[in-house]
Nanobody, 122 residues
Framework: QVQLVESGGGLVQAGGSLRLSCAASGRTFNSYAMGWFRQAPGKEREFVTAIGWSRSTYYADNVKGRFTISRDNAKNTVYLQMNSLKPEDTAVYYC????????????????WGQGTQVTVSS
């Protein structure tokens, strides 16, 4: 089992920044790829970004160049730095753990956090 707890969400104006954190406990953190997904009201959960155990990174086109994912295996934590935020980034953000590959699909993630709300005002 892997337990995931997100933090760092909040309300920010358009153009601002937030950093989300996801603390993991349980089984070996550094053997998992970690991903961030988000879900806005009335929309499906969508892939945002992922980082492999080797620190290779993957981004959705609509966040590329604005968001950065990183991980600190010593702290069992993954981060999502979000810059130049837009109102359309408003959503609940979830971190998740994956040891099956194909990081773009939520079905390949076995463990999920409870989510943290990010609201970007215009």
């Amino acid at each position: 089992q892997v337990q995931l707890v997100e933090s760092g969400g909040g309300l920010v104006q358009a153009g601002g920044s937030l950093r989300l954190s996801c603390a993991a406990s349980g089984r070996t953190f550094n053997s998992y790829a970690m991903g961030w997904f988000r879900q806005a009201p009335g929309k499906e959960r969508e892939f945002v970004t992922a980082i492999g155990w080797s620190r290779s990174t993957y981004y959705a086109d609509n966040v590329k160049g604005r968001f950065t994912i990183s991980r600190d295996n010593a702290k069992n934590t993954v981060y999502l730095q979000m810059n130049s935020l837009k109102p359309e980034d408003t959503a609940v953000y979830y971190c998740a753990a994956n040891n099956r590959g194909d990081y773009y699909y939520a079905r390949n993630y076995d463990y999920w956090g409870q989510g943290t709300q990010v609201t970007v005002s215009s």
